[in-house]
């Protein structure tokens, strides 16, 4: 992928469901339009500081798997299984089933009186349908799915132009139409653990910047690339979402903010007259392609851990036909599907936010330690000492005033993390092999015995049943 490839896929990642729906979220915990609109402002600002820290690491440590590659460059094979667990448990299939869920609420929310909530068993069906489709895609070409990114751009593109452009016009023509702008600041949020997540909320909507930083390998010149494509992609989106929410409010009170289930689709009925069905129908397909964009980049962190032994040796293989990671997908898809058990979006938010925080305060950790530790090393691209050392501090901030805030939330991914930790001491040995996974799939497994057998024949089995071959390596 060239610049324009990698400006084309940030944006349609970044750009996907979150600036429909969590701008209800950010508007609860902050209280007030006017702390909303700052939240939106500095979660931007604060996304393009984690960028420009991880762009850095993606030029020094040029190897597919975003944090798992740079967790395990500075501090080892331990922190490593806990960041790629972390990934591959909670951030991974939970921002996968956020954008599955929109799509499904934003097809479905049509067919429903009054913007009632739709039902959860066809929200879940059509969710696990978007899911399987995008994976047997991604699965089939990676230029049919570099190509349905490009295509999806454009309507993406065309309803934010039109939210933008009419909110706008409303603005400008009356302002006194719109009670939101009365009195901004009041209501505001007053205790730190609410803005906190309120944070959470709108970083969130900048989320999947660093989904890059997981396909390196695949980029064309990422000293070039990289530096470029996170500077423009999230300068743009910052200015588009913050005039996007100033056009919702010019239409929107904040109490219609609150009370509605899509915020887009409100908007839409109230100025959109006759084409207020085209609403749902192209934040769907923008929803779509973010997803999309998460399957092509997330399968390729399942495929480094496995080639590193922390995952079954299955998942490392390519498929002889069309070079895609195809076990990994498949597992990866797998893992999404089993997370449909919960249609609560908001409380998916902020269990996958504070996960993400957690693991991007390691990584620029890292970031510090490897300057400190390794200073030969060839870095093309050095980012300000500063941009790292503000972002840590505040991603400690986010990480712990959630735990007053959202303890059950926070309580559970702690859980799931802990029990990586259980697994990587009891499980995993010394060597960056995996015993477990030895058991299961590595052909190489030592043991003469019944496990040894039957690892070699799942091995061949997923060969077989994918047409799969090991990655060929100099």
Known sequence: MGIVDCIVFTVGIVSGSGIFISTRGVLEYSGSVGVSLLVWAFSGLLSLMGALTYTELATMIPESGGAYSYVRAAFGDTAAFLCMWTSITIEDPTTRVIEALTFANYVLQPFFPSHS??????LRLLAALVIVFLAWLNIYSVKASLFLQKAILAPKVLILVAIISVGLYRLALDPTTSTSFVSPFVGSSKTAPLLATAFHQGL??????????????????????????????LTVITLVYLITNVAYYAVLSPSDVLLSPAVAVTFGDRVFGV?????????????????NGQTFCQSRVVF???????????????????CTPVPAIVFMTCFSL??????????????????????????????LILRYRRPGWRRPFKVWLVVPVVYLVVTVVLVVLP???????????????????????VFVGPSSCC?????FTCPTFSSKGTLSHLSGRFYRLVQILFQALPEKRE
């Open 117 to 122: 909530q739709p039902p959860e068993v066809p």
């Open 204 to 233: 969130y909507t900048y989320d999947g910047w660093d989904n890059l930083n997981m396909v390196v390998e695949e980029t064309k010149n990422p000293e070039r690339c990289f530096p470029v494509v996170m500077t423009v992609s």
């Open 275 to 291: 084409v207020a069905f085209s609403v749902p129908v192209l934040v769907a397909i923008s929803t779509a392609g973010a997803l």
């Open 304 to 322: 480094t851990a496995a080639r590193h032994g922390y995952l079954p040796s299955c998942l490392a293989l390519i498929s002889i036909i069309n």
């Open 338 to 367: 089993i997370l449909l058990v919960t249609t609560d979006i908001y409380v998916l938010i902020n269990y996958v936010s504070f996960s993400q925080n957690l693991s991007r305060l390691l990584v620029t950790f890292g970031l």
């Open 403 to 425: 735990l007053v805030q959202e303890p059950i939330t926070v309580g559970v991914a702690l859980a799931v993390i802990t029990l990586g930790f259980i697994i990587k001491i």
């Open 435 to 439: 015993c477990c996974c030895c058991y």
